[in-house]
């Protein structure tokens, strides 16, 4: 028996009843009076009736504006009226279709995870809302959804005995919120399965974990967590994720649905059905049903569109933002398009507005008198069109959605609309239903998300999420397009429409539109309302750009694809993903600072620094480069001579740069001979080596192999002249790389030297240095990368990282749509699509090359300034600015490189251990592979788990660093670390500048005798390589984990959302938007750091609670100690056991560097505490008698306490085996104790001789009687 509730209180507008069909083009209003509520005819209210009838253009535009008062109903074009006026035949088809009970095609635009209750049970269900061939709106709810996760069984165990243990963890155990699982629902199954990690030639036994909902299936995973059971079909995040892949459901492409039932007329969709998840099928190829739906109307389907801009007023200044908590502060104007999806012509346009206002033929203007009716009517709009998405202004000077929608019309911030209903209603559906997944960590009803524009900005997008309704912030949506620190500094829709060649926005201040709006609200007249027509056409403007740029750049089209690849939402590939990984081609300037001193002609002798100079040669008919950069807070001006390509009028810096250009271009034509002879020949050899062949026979194999016949006739003319004999062959190739090195280090030197015009020239110790130079450099520099980022930008192309003379593209979409299509159809493997992405990529590059060169050769009037491309990078990896790491494919696809591409990463620095370097690779290189789908995350968790649990695959070699000592530097560590040195290696001391060798071993000890720990620095630890090694001591792997390599995992895992600030962290406030960036990465950097630290510590055998444990229980084992040696002393030697462990006496003072100043220090203690005078003084003559008498005991007491030293540690080690013993939870068992400090059994500490006695008697008679001569 299945019940019904409201599965949460989501605002929804309900239907109402009566409303009726209008047509827009001919829209007659309902004429009531005032307090009924509804609408009226303008009138005599509007226009003096007279003047009405004197104007018949007024009277014909009467047919467009409307009245509103604050009912419930609003006589305005719904949905289906819409789907009405254009449906063209297709409705027909439609109903056919359903009376037949034929299959129905829908496309998903949204997605909601719900339950529904059976017999009081909550079964999880899945629901799709979007439009059918006719653009009606439907929800489809989807039953029978397995919900599961799968237990490997361990190999040695019996599997009913496991499964019984299984069940008895479900049932009596708790998650970590005290949350249980109902037992009673629970059922499992048997599988057999290939295990996700590791190669295994059978499959596996496992047991799958049926629950009714993922609620349940969260606690049990929870509680089966706990017990570090390996699992599977383990997904975390939201479970329809795994349904989409698991039943190849795609979420934003067309499906078709079979054996259905469905009702008619639920509130917001036309259709409600209801199907099986095995009869939900999507579809590959629309020409599968072509025969009963036509393509034609598939291939632009129906999802409506509303676009919106809202307009605000305050009464609090002009500098001010109105804000809703504000009472005199109020929305007075929101302006709607509708569209289907793909059209930027609309198909209605609504203007609401709170005061009187012309018409306008081209959309219907309603006066709503008021800010609530305004905001009513605005609820009533959205609920009658039921859009699929809805897309929010670009407009950044208005308040934020977020603000918008916590106005409503009762006047109380932050409070929905008591009159918008259930989500129930959408669905139409009889059954009870709750929210699913209330624990996660996504809520559709959600007021904002962060979205990652770029790796240093993310953008806070506001909107209120309805089931059925994908609200797109498209600022947001073009941010991501043209992230801000590629192009110029703001992102505004001006700047939107200008880059993809749009019609610009109406030019209306934001001082006019208030004037405007506070007259009309004051004084009503004809001007006034001819003016508030204007701002009404300002706001139809600016929201009808939203959707024309959306089509423009294909926006929606494309997140569809990248959500249909990945079997996601279109809400997640707007709001959640950063597309679908594409190839990265970097376009770099080649040689950009010469060749800007050559393009502009900078030179000491070609600049003018006066303005009058400069007017005057202009005059002359010269032409000048204008120079202008701000230094020092000043604006610096100057001017140079273009030499407009004559030889004559060139600088002496540009000829000599031209020189030497001419000279480094000889010499890598002719480097690129050698490399290709070289690269052929390393081939061959390899393999001989690989293969055992013969010269000849590696020389065929090779030419066997060649792609083309272009390459296979450069090969015979390069390798054969050396076939016939392997050490001529050898001879040659050694000579080969013998030329090769010696002409890329003169290629190298030329480039160094001509990069040192630029260093000179702004070195202010240099006889060359002229700022103005220097400053032109850099702003030419400047203003060529951004005119080559803004041209590939409105062809299309995407910018994800930008640099001072390179920038990181990302192809159009368009380009891959053919390898797309194959790769979803399951008609090539992973591995032929990752190629032909790059392929594709190589080809569309080359174009966009010659393109740039030819754009920038037109712009600069010369031939210097060019941009070239070296390697495309798939997979490619961004952890940060100037940070990434990927596969570098040159000339042809390869995805087995001999090394990565990596800049940035700390795994290239000088100095760092080849532990760091092998982490680090070990992680990019598991990131890259083909067919591995883990995140970053989880890669940089397997290898730290494999770096600590297996520590024996670490050699003594790769612990080694090293660094340099500067004596003059404030290098702390190498300082402190050279002053131990000179006392035990003094021949070992580097020179002054000399790198030296070390590692970091275990320090013998942890806590001292008494269980303080010992917290050394790294300069107290680290040894010479050679003394470590001749000591044989035993590397810290611990140390080099948490001291450098962590820093290094936290680079590649601080992406992730829970080590980035909140959305109300004062960083997310920051203006500078190089300052937020900076700030945010330090802030995720070290959070990162923090979680990978206590991760590593729970992978230890000691962690750091073990570690803090230890040090009390070391002191209680102290202290037991010396109880224990108190009372055997005192049964040996009475009262002299004082001396050992007295109340004012204890043998470590003994052991003191300066022991006779020691005693003197503890004699005057117990001298004043004995005497009772705090303030007691000893002359100078008592004192070096007492201390005199001292030292003559001092060579017979040493040895004694020395001995005795010995043995108390021995007998503080026992006490501390006993605490391991005790609590191994807690500490440890003693097997994590070093060997030497295991001490099982109780030593003997009372082998004090008589000889021994008479010393220490003798020693103690001189303290007491020193005592009783004061």
């Given at each position: 028996m299945m019940s019904t509730q409201p599965e949460h209180n989501t605002p929804i507008v309900p239907t109402s009843s009566n409303v009726s069909t209008v047509d827009n083009q001919n829209f007659e209003p309902e004429i009531e009076e005032e307090n009924n509520g509804a609408f009226y005819h303008r009138g005599a209210k509007a226009f003096p009736q007279s003047q009405i009838s004197e104007n018949g253009k007024a009277e014909q535009l009467l047919q467009y504006l409307f009245h509103y008062f604050g009912s419930d109903y609003l006589g305005i074009p719904t949905r289906n009226d819409i789907v009405r006026e254009n449906e063209n035949g297709s409705t027909s088809i439609l109903e056919r279709a359903l009376a037949n009970r034929e299959n129905i095609p829908f496309m998903p635009t949204d997605i909601e995870e719900s339950n529904e209750y059976i017999n009081g049970t909550p079964y999880y269900i899945l629901r799709l809302y979007g439009p059918l061939i006719n653009g009606q709106k439907a929800v489809v709810t989807i039953t029978g959804i397995k919900v599961f996760f799968d237990i490997r069984i361990p190999d040695n165990k019996d599997i009913y005995l496991f499964e019984s243990k299984i069940k008895n963890i479900l049932a009596n155990e708790k998650d970590d919120k005290e949350k249980t699982v109902d037992i009673g629902k629970i059922r499992i199954e048997?599988?057999?399965?290939?295990?996700?990690?590791?190669?295994?030639t059978e499959k596996k036994s496992y047991l799958r974990i049926y629950t009714t909902n993922t609620f349940q299936r969260k606690i049990a995973f929870n509680i089966i967590q706990k017990h570090n059971l390996e699992t599977a079909s383990d997904d975390r995040s939201t479970y329809y994720r795994k349904v989409a892949r698991e039943y190849r459901i795609s979420l934003t492409g067309w499906g078709v649905i079979n054996n259905y039932s469905y009702t008619k007329s639920s509130?917001?969709?036309?259709?409600?059905?209801?199907?099986?998840?095995?009869?939900?099928?999507?579809?590959?190829?629309?020409?599968?049903?072509?025969n009963l739906f036509p393509t034609s109307y598939m291939i632009h389907d129906r999802t409506l569109v509303l676009t919106w801009d809202i307009e605000t007023h305050t009464e609090r200044g002009v500098d001010q933002l109105p804000r809703p908590w504000h009472s005199e502060d109020n929305v007075f104007m929101i302006c709607m398009t509708v569209h289907w999806r793909d059209d930027p012509t609309p198909l209605k346009q609504i203007c609401l507005v709170d005061v009187e206002t012309e018409p306008d033929p081209n959309w219907i203007t309603i006066v709503c008198e008021n800010q609530t009716n305004l905001l009513k009517a605005f609820a009533l709009y959205w609920r009658a069109l039921a859009p699929d998405i809805l897309q929010m202004s670009a407009n950044s000077r208005q308040s934020t959605n977020k603000q918008i929608l916590r106005w409503n019309y009762y006047g109380n911030m932050g409070k929905s609309p008591g009159f918008m209903g259930h989500s129930s209603d959408i669905a139409g559906n009889s059954h009870k239903v709750v929210k699913e997944n209330e624990c996660e960590e996504e809520d559709f009803s959600r007021l904002a998300v962060k979205i990652k524009i770029s790796p240093e900005e993310f953008f806070i997008s506001s909107f209120l999420k309805l089931p059925g309704c994908i609200p797109i912030d498209v600022r947001a949506s073009f941010k991501k397009l043209y992230p801000r620190s590629e192009v110029q500094k703001g992102s505004s829709l001006k700047f939107y429409l200008k880059m993809c060649d749009l019609g610009g926005k109406i030019d209306m201040p934001i001082n006019r539109m208030r004037d405007y709006y506070k007259i009309a609200k004051e004084n009503n007249s004809i001007e006034s309302e001819k003016h508030m027509r204007e701002v009404a056409e300002y706001c139809i403007i600016d929201a009808l750009r939203c959707q024309q740029l959306m089509v423009k750049r294909n926006v929606i089209n494309d997140n569809k694809e990248v959500a249909s690849i990945a079997y996601v939402s279109l809400f997640d590939a707007h709001y959640r993903a950063n597309g679908?990984?594409?190839?990265?081609?970097?376009?770099?300037?080649?040689?950009?600072?010469?060749?800007?001193?050559?393009?502009?002609?900078?030179?000491?002798?070609?600049?003018?620094?006066?303005?009058?100079?400069?007017?005057?040669?202009?005059?002359?008919?010269?032409?000048?480069?204008?120079?202008?950069?701000?230094?020092?807070?000043?604006?610096?001006?100057a001017w140079s001579v273009l030499h407009e390509n004559k030889i004559d009028k060139k600088g002496l810096y540009p000829l000599v740069l031209e020189?030497?250009?001419?000279?480094?271009?000889?010499?890598?034509?002719?480097?690129?001979?050698?490399?290709?002879?070289?690269?052929?020949?390393?081939?061959?050899?390899?393999?001989?080596?690989?293969?055992?062949?013969s010269l000849t026979d590696a020389i065929d194999n090779d030419l066997d192999n060649a792609e083309n016949k272009e390459e296979r006739s450069t090969k015979i003319e390069i390798l054969i002249p050396f076939s016939k004999d392997y050490n001529v062959f050898i001879t040659e190739y050694e000579s080969v790389c013998f030329d090769y090195a010696c002409l890329d280090s003169k290629q190298k030197a030329v480039k160094v030297y001509m990069n040192s015009f630029y260093g000179e020239t702004g070195n202010s110790l240099s006889p060359f240095f002229l700022r103005h130079i220097a400053g032109a450099v850099t702003s030419a520099g400047q203003f060529n990368i951004k005119l080559v980022a803004e041209y590939i930008l409105k062809k299309g192309y995407g910018i994800q990282y930008g640099d001072t003379d390179s920038l990181y593209l990302t192809c159009p979409e368009d380009n891959y749509k053919k390898c797309d299509l194959a790769y979803r159809n399951n008609s090539i493997s992973t591995l032929e699509y990752w190629t032909e992405m790059v392929n594709i990529t190589m080809k569309v590059m080359e174009k966009l090359r010659n393109e740039v060169n030819t754009y920038l050769k037109i712009k600069s009037r010369s031939t210097y300034l060019k941009m070239a491309y070296e390697e495309v990078l798939f997979p490619v990896v961004f952890t940060g600015k100037k940070k990434y790491f990927g596969i570098p494919h040159e000339k042809k696809v390869n995805f087995k490189p001999k090394k990565l591409f990596i800049k940035g990463i700390d795994t290239v620095k000088q100095g760092q251990s080849k532990l760091f370097i092998t982490i680090g690779e070990r992680i990019m290189w598991k990131a890259m592979e083909v067919e591995d789908n883990q995140s970053l995350h989880k890669i940089v968790e397997d290898v730290l788990r494999d770096a600590v649990t297996n520590s024996k695959q670490w050699e003594f070699d790769q612990f080694i660093q090293t660094d340099t000592w500067k004596p003059n530097v404030q290098n702390l560590t190498v300082q402190w670390f050279i002053e131990r040195m000179r006392k035990t290696y003094k021949d070992k001391i580097p020179e002054p500048g000399e790198r030296f060798s070390y590692v970091i071993p275990k320090t013998n000890i942890d806590f001292d005798l008494s269980g303080k720990k010992l917290n050394l620095t790294k300069g107290d630890r680290i040894e010479f390589v050679d003394v470590a090694k001749e000591l044989k001591k035993d590397i810290d792997l611990s140390y080099y984990l948490q001291n450098k390599i962590i820093g290094l995992c936290a680079r590649f895992i601080n992406y992730d959302d829970k080590y980035q600030p909140s959305l109300s962290d004062k960083i997310r406030q920051l203006k500078d938007s190089d300052e937020k960036y900076k700030q945010i990465d330090e802030y995720s950097q070290k959070k990162a750091k923090k979680w990978l630290e206590e991760y590593v510590d729970g992978l230890s055998s000691i962690s750091p609670k073990m570690m803090l444990n230890c040090g009390y229980a070391y002191k209680r084992a102290y202290k037991n100690a010396i109880k224990t040696a108190q009372s055997i002393l005192h049964q040996k030697i009475g009262n002299t056991y004082e001396i050992f462990h007295g109340g004012w006496l204890n043998f470590e003072d003994f052991k003191a560097t300066n022991t006779v100043e020691?005693?003197?220090?503890?004699?005057?203690?117990?001298?004043?505490?004995?005497?009772?005078?705090?303030?007691?003084?000893?002359?100078?003559?008592?004192?070096?008698?007492?201390?005199?008498?001292?030292?003559?005991?001092?060579?017979?007491?040493?040895?004694?306490?020395?001995?005795?030293?010995?043995?108390?540690?021995?007998?503080?080690?026992?006490m501390r085996y006993k605490e391991h013993v005790s609590n191994p939870d807690k500490i440890g068992p003693p097997e994590t104790v070093r060997k030497n400090e295991i001490v099982v059994k109780q030593p003997i500490i009372s082998n004090i001789t008589k000889a021994d006695q008479l010393v220490l008697d003798s020693f103690l008679n001189i303290w007491y009687k020193a005592v009783d001569s004061i």
């Open positions: 048997h599988i057999k399965a290939f295990p996700i990690r590791g190669y295994h509130s917001l969709c036309s259709y409600a059905f209801r199907v099986s998840v095995k009869n939900f099928h999507s579809i590959e190829d629309l020409n599968e049903i072509s679908i990984r594409r190839p990265v081609t970097g376009l770099d300037f080649a040689s950009l600072y010469p060749s800007i001193f050559m393009t502009y002609n900078f030179s000491p002798e070609m600049m003018i620094l006066e303005e009058k100079t400069a007017t005057e040669l202009q005059q002359k008919g010269i032409r000048l480069h204008k120079i202008e950069f701000t230094f020092n807070g000043r604006i610096l001006q020189k030497l250009l001419d000279k480094r271009n000889k010499m890598k034509f002719d480097l690129a001979i050698l490399s290709k002879k070289k690269e052929y020949m390393e081939l061959v050899i390899s393999k001989m080596k690989e293969r055992n062949l020691r005693l003197w220090e503890k004699f005057v203690e117990y001298a004043r505490a004995y005497t009772k005078n705090d303030n007691l003084l000893i002359s100078e003559g008592i004192k070096k008698s007492i201390c005199s008498d001292f030292t003559k005991h001092l060579n017979a007491l040493i040895p004694i306490i020395k001995k005795y030293d010995a043995s108390f540690h021995q007998l503080v080690y026992h």
